[in-house]
């Protein structure tokens, strides 16, 4: 599925399809791709099952472990690359990158408690 961006791939509860993410192939080629099959087949066996099918639940970490399926892929674009706003401490000038906009009424900065500025927006 190319609509899929910031998975590796998907199982789907009500069709029981798996959906891969083919630029997972493009970048990381065959061994991520079958990485990633082995890690939805655990979902997928796990919910016929009946049992724990979440990334949160035992069953799955155990299954996962079992068959040495990864919990997580490798991502295409790194944080810095799909970041969109750039913020900053007005106390202590730590500098945070975000993907999504912050709220700077509510949230503050983690090292001072300082208020939060938006510096620019970068795409």
Do not use: W
């Amino acid at each position: 599925n190319k609509r899929l961006r910031t998975t590796g791939g998907r199982y789907l509860l009500k069709s029981h399809d798996i959906e891969i993410n083919p630029k997972q192939y493009e970048h990381y080629g065959e061994d991520a791709v079958v990485k990633i099959i082995l890690h939805e087949l655990c979902h997928y066996h796990l919910h016929i099952s009946g049992k724990g099918y979440q990334h949160k639940d035992q069953d799955f970490k155990r299954l996962s472990q079992q068959v040495g399926a990864p919990r997580f892929c490798n991502s295409i674009e790194s944080y810095q690359q799909r970041a969109n706003y750039e913020y900053y401490c007005t106390k202590c000038h730590a500098k945070y990158i975000r993907i999504r906009k912050v709220d700077t009424n509510r949230m503050r900065c983690g090292h001072c408690n300082g208020k939060l500025r938006m510096k620019r927006q970068l795409k």
